[in-house]
């Protein structure tokens, strides 16, 4: 799934269809939210379904580093005491985290969310253009 939830909202309105959809499935979210965003906020919403948290940065934008994604998440889970806490990862583009996430063995029976940024989706649909133009 590609999804451009960049705040609160949208990423609970993500969180409320994946659920349903896809019932019982556990996800990787590959995320990057710019920094003007409330990134606590928004991985607050998908953590009941990830897996995993694969932390990238988005293309040409002022955002959160991966680490710094990784650490809000660790604090806030750290206060939350889940009982099967996510992976945590940390990635330098969206293309190494999508290659760990698809591994065969990596996630067995998981889906994969790339979300948090209009830009970064962008940059993923910008990449399956091209990608789409070289074989044809």
Known sequence: VLDGAHNVDSARILAKFLKPEFSGKKWVFIIGILER???????????????????????????????????????????????????IKTFKNWKLALKRATEPSSHRAICICITGSLYLAGSVLRQIHKADKLST
Request: aromatic share 10%; glycine share 0%.
């Open 37 to 87: 965003k409330d990134a606590a906020a928004i991985i607050k919403q998908l953590v009941p379904l990830a897996k995993a948290f694969f932390f990238v940065p988005v293309p040409h934008s002022d955002c959160y580093s991966p680490s710094d994604l990784q650490i809000i998440t660790t604090t806030f889970l750290a206060h939350k005491d889940p009982k099967d806490p996510p992976i």
